[in-house]
Structure formats: structure tokens, C-alpha cells
């Protein structure tokens, strides 16, 4: 069994038991053993092992978990967003583009895309990553984007419900058939997850809870897209049908607030049901961003991912996101850095990682910085040094 300490951190953010919100731990240390943290204390009382990683003071952190990316596409949608910074609205309405794209794509296209994306993240601190079908909107189409996303995750999500396909503009109802009867059989080989994009000009709530109880019937876990583009009965729908987690959340009534705040657990751990939100997405769309402070207040848990695609949010950067949820959505940069590690975790329910304590997953980012304050303080600065996955330097 070979083991591996990684010493000499000036700042160990554990999410567990330390100092604060983060169980910070100073001079601290980390012993893996078989990808997983044995044990976690001060460097001076550090066990021997067969080999060493200095941090040389740095800063150490859990790796991120991204819960909301879609990577599986073609094609590129750069005069959109040009379109949108000159002022034009965001609706939606682009995702029939890529949906064209990605059906004439090879395997081999979308392959490359995903792995290109998904090493992206991973230099720059992205350890667990869910990826979401949702741009190909036949039955063959979903199955091997789902496929496809296997191969680089295991958090894929079957998003057969993305927007209504043209060739159904004008049958929405037989469209929401297809994707509960022969597109979500072929896609639940491949698929952990189940989504719908609960929206004006999507699909309804109606057809939300159809086909997400189908999923559900399946054996998927639920997540939802939810009152981004507007109010509605997205999220309460989600917290009805136990959903892990309801995304975005920018337009939010006191009743969506109360109904997430509804789903604590007993013992003051926060929320069954997550609210994750998108930073990237209302940089890219010139959209409101959601209100943390307000979540956050009520005792909602919340996370923090990318939303990566190629139209709303383009970006597959979680330090960028920290530094927008600082900025923009009046959360602290502790409640950033933990919604972007253990907040991402708990909308995958996974307690495995988004942490560094005894049996967790050895999946961490040094920083080339003293403190996990500076992927605020330092926004856009590459200050992933190193990062581990199981353990392992990619």
C-alpha cells in the first residue's frame, strides 16, 4: 500500500471539523493512502509515509465539484453572445442551434469536446464534473451523448428535456412522450440523473412533472432548471418531487425561498433539496444574479457550479464563479469556496468529496496563494498550482 503526505500547508480548508465555516486547519498536513484521506492534523505530528508533496505554505483546498455543465455539443455560438452584449435579449432560443450542430457531429466530435472541456476544468481544479445530455433531441442523439459523457463522468444527467426539437414545435405534448417513453429508455444505461429545463418557451410545469416522475420511475435521481428566465413553479416543483437540486434560481418568490427552507434536515445541516447557482450565466446573458444573501439567510444550502455550454455561460472556470458569487451575490468568499466544494457535493448527494477529512476521496487543489481568500481576491489570476484526483496527479 503506498501512501502519500502532503505537508507543510500553511492553510488547509477541510470542510469538517477547524476553524469556521470551512474547518480551516494551520501548519496542517494530509495523509493518502489507496486515493483516500486517512488522515488529516498538524504537520509536526505528521505520519511517515512513502512519499512527500511540500505545499510550501500554500493554501489547500477540496476539489471542486462542478454539478451543472453541459459538454456535450458542436459547434460555437460566439456571435450570440456578441448579439447579446449589443444589447439583444436572452431567451433560450439558441439552443436549437447547437441542437443542429451536435446531431450532424461524429461520435468522435463530441468525444473531443467533452474530454477537451473536461481536462479544462481539471487544471484548473474541477475534480468531479456532472454532465448533461440535452443537445441532441432524438432518441439515438441522447443515448450517445450520454454515452459519451460516461466515459469522462460518473454524474451524467439525461436532459431530453431541454427545449421542445422544431420537428415538435407544434406537438410539445407527443414530443414529452417520446422523451418518457423510448428516449429515456435508451438513455437510463447511461444516465444517474434526471432534468427538465422548467421554462417559458421549454416546458411547463406540467411537463416537468411528467417526465421527471418518469425518470424518477426509472430510477433517476431529479434535478431541475429553474425560474431563470422568469418566476415560476419550477422550484417548488423540484422541492415536490425531492429533487437534489433546483438550478439557477434567479427569479425566486418567498414562497420558492420558504418551500427550499421546508427541506432541512433535522440536525442544522442545511437543505435536503440544493439550490445551485450559475454565476456564468448572468455574466454571459447580462441577466439579474440570483440573490445568495436571501437563500443563504433562510438556512437554504446552496452551490455554486459553471453551467459550461456554449451559449449562456461558456466558462469552465469554479474560481470564476467564486469570484462572481463574491462580488455579485453578497456571499462571503468561505460561503463561495464552500458552495463551489462541499455545497457542489451535497447537490450530487455525495459526501465522499467536497471535503478533506477521514475517508473522503483524496481529490484536492493547492493554491499558489496563502489563503483560499485570494480566488476572490485575485480574480482571473491562474491560481491552481496542483491539483490531485484520487490521490493521483492527473
Known amino acids: 500500500m503506498s501512501s502519500l503526505l502532503v505537508d507543510n500547508i500553511g492553510e488547509l480548508v477541510t470542510n469538517g471539523a477547524g476553524e469556521g465555516p470551512l474547518g480551516i486547519r494551520r501548519n496542517a498536513a494530509v495523509l493518502v493512502e489507496e486515493g483516500l484521506v486517512v488522515w488529516v492534523g498538524p504537520s509536526a505530528y505528521a505520519p511517515a509515509a512513502d512519499r512527500r508533496l511540500d505545499a510550501g505554505g500554500a493554501a489547500v483546498l477540496p476539489g471542486f465539484v462542478d454539478s ?10 460566439a456571435a450570440e453572445f456578441a448579439a447579446r452584449m449589443a444589447g439583444q435579449p436572452y431567451t433560450g432560443g439558441g439552443i436549437r442551434t447547437t441542437v443542429g450542430a451536435t ?19 481539471l487544471r484548473q481544479g474541477t475534480t468531479t ?27 451524467t444527467t439525461f436532459l431530453g428535456a431541454h427545449v421542445v426539437p422544431a420537428e415538435y414545435a407544434d406537438r410539445p405534448d407527443d414530443y414529452v412522450s417520446l422523451v418518457c417513453g423510448p428516449m429515456l429508455a435508451a438513455a437510463t444505461p447511461y444516465a444517474k440523473w434526471v432534468d427538465v429545463f422548467c421554462e417559458r418557451g421549454a416546458f411547463d410545469v406540467d411537463h416537468a412533472r411528467a417526465i421527471l416522475a418518469c425518470g424518477q420511475a426509472a430510477g433517476l435521481g431529479v434535478r431541475i432548471h429553474a425560474n431563470q428566465l422568469g418566476p415560476g413553479a419550477g422550484v417548488r416543483l423540484g422541492v415536490e418531487l425531492d429533487a437534489a437540486s433546483v438550478d439557477h434560481c434567479t427569479h425566486l418568490s418567498d414562497a420558492d425561498v420558504d418551500a427550499l427552507a421546508g ?10 433539496t ?20 436571501r437563500l443563504l439567510d433562510a438556512g437554504v444550502t446552496v452551490a455554486l457550479a459553471t453551467d459550461c455550454n456554449p451559449g449562456s455561460s461558456y466558462t469552465s472556470s469554479m474560481s470564476f464563479c467564486v469570484a462572481l458569487a463574491v462580488r455579485e451575490m453578497r456571499m462571503t468568499p468561505a460561503e463561495a469556496v464552500w458552495a463551489a466544494t462541499a455545497g457542489g457535493a451535497r447537490a450530487l448527494r455525495r459526501d465522499d468529496i467536497g471535503v478533506l477529512t477521514p475517508g473522503a476521496r483524496a481529490d484536492l487543489v493547492v493554491l499558489d496563494a496563502p489563503s483560499y481568500l485570494h480566488l476572490a481576491y485575485r480574480p482571473g489570476v ?13
Do not use: C
Open 103 to 121: 446531431r450532424a457531429a461524429t461520435d468522435n466530435e463530441l468525444r473531443a469536446t467533452v474530454r477537451r472541456l473536461r481536462g479544462e476544468a
Open 274 to 293: 440544493v439550490a445551485t447557482l450559475l454565476p456564468g450565466a448572468e455574466f454571459s446573458t447580462r441577466s439579474p444574479y440570483p440573490d445568495a444573501r
Open 129 to 155: 464534473m456532472e454532465i448533461k445530455s440535452g443537445y441532441g433531441l432524438t432518441v439515438a442523439d441522447e443515448a450517445r451523448s450520454l454515452r459519451i459523457a460516461a466515459e469522462s463522468s460518473t454524474e
Open 382 to 394: 491562474p491560481l491552481i498550482r496542483q491539483v490531485m484526483r484520487n490521490g493521483v496527479t492527473p
Open 68 to 77: 451543472h455543465a453541459h459538454l456535450v455539443f458542436a459547434g460555437d455560438r
Open 263 to 272: 427541506t432541512a434536515h433535522g440536525d442544522g445541516s442545511g437543505t435536503r
